[in-house]
C-alpha cells in the first residue's frame, strides 16, 4: 500500500515540478496501482513481483521499436541533461535493451524459485546494479555531439 501511495505522490510531484505530463512515471504509477491492488486484493505478493517483469518487457519494447522507427527515446527523455552524438544514444539504447530484457528473465526466474525474502534481497541488488550499470555504460559510450548536430 505504501508503494502505491508514494508511487503517485511522487508522479503528481513531479507533474508540479516539470510543468508536463511525466509519461515514464504515470506508467509507473498505473502498473504498481493495478499490482498492487491485485496483491493486497488477492493476497498474492507474486503480482508485485510480475510488475518488474512486465515494466522491464515494456522499458525493452519501447526502445526496441525507438530503433525500428529510428526515435532515440533515450535522446528525448536525457539530451538536455547529456547531450551526446546520435552514434552515443544508440550505444546506450543497445545496452538498456539488453539489461531491461536480462533483467525481466532474472526477475522471473528468482520470483519463481525464490522466497519472498530472497526476491526482495534480489531486487536490493538489482536497485544498486542498476545505478553501477547506468553509470558505467555512459561513461563507456559517452560521445561528444558534434556543434551544429542534435
Request: with cysteine; charged share 15%; net charge positive.
Amino acid at each position: 500500500m505504501i508503494l502505491m501511495v508514494v508511487t503517485i505522490i511522487s508522479t503528481v510531484a513531479t507533474y508540479k515540478i516539470q510543468k508536463r505530463l511525466p509519461y515514464l512515471a504515470l506508467y509507473v504509477a498505473f502498473l504498481t496501482s493495478i499490482f498492487g491492488y491485485m496483491t493486497l486484493s488477492l493476497h498474492q505478493p507474486r503480482f508485485i513481483q510480475m510488475r518488474d517483469t512486465l515494466y522491464d518487457v515494456t522499458c525493452a519494447l519501447t526502445l526496441i521499436l525507438g530503433l525500428i522507427t529510428n526515435i532515440s527515446f533515450l535522446k528525448l527523455a536525457f539530451h538536455s541533461a547529456f547531450p551526446m552524438a546520435r552514434r552515443a544514444w544508440d550505444r546506450l539504447t543497445y545496452a538498456w535493451i539488453i539489461f531491461f530484457i536480462t533483467n525481466a528473465f532474472l526477475n522471473e526466474f528468482i520470483r519463481r524459485t525464490a522466497t519472498l525474502k530472497e526476491w526482495f534481497d534480489f531486487k536490493s541488488t538489482v536497485v544498486m546494479f542498476t545505478i553501477i550499470f547506468g553509470v558505467t555504460v555512459l561513461v563507456l559510450f559517452y560521445e561528444r555531439e558534434e556543434e551544429g548536430k542534435k
